[in-house]
């Protein structure tokens, strides 16, 4: 398996892997799917503090993670939010563990203090993915998602980097 940074290539594979859980899943809010266009904006608007990467087997993507603001006000310049996601048919192989481990070193190289992950409360993979990372749960939103006919708690977990 290869890491590497995703490049506007990527697009519909990345977006391939994520608009399967908008339409099956709660561990995103996005309720409708993210098109080409969206996607391509959201790329380039990722620049060298806000990596994008890849996880490449046999020249096809199976998962991809992401550094994202946290919030956009400068005081939080040193706080980030992560994402990871990988395709189904791949899920129990390591893949989304090794995506993560990666931006975690890119994320210490660039310098973030935290690094903060939202995980709706029903998600176990994704909690216990990041859990395994040494991110601690430290909120619990009540409520703040509704899709697919209920509501959803949101937790977030954080990763302090130094
Ligand atoms: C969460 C997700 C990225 C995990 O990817 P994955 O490649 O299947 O996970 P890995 O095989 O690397 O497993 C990593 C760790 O998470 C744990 N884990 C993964 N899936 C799990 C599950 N279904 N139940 C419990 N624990 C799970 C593993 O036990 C493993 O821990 P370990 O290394 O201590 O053994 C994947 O399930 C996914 O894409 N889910 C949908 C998208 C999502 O929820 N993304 C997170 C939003 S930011």
Redesign the pocket.
Known sequence: MLIRMATVDDVDAINGIYNH?VLT?V?TFHLEPVTHEERLAWLRAHGERHPVIVAEIDGHVV?WASLSHYRERPAYRNTAE?????HPD?????????LMMDLLNQARAIGYHTIL?G?TAS????I??HE?LGFTQVARLKEVGYKFDRWHDVLFLQLMLE
């Open positions: 859980y899943a561990c998962g992560n994402s990871v996601y990988v791949h899920h129990g192989k390591g893949i989304g563990k090794r992950a995980a998600e176990t993979a994704s216990k993915l395994s």
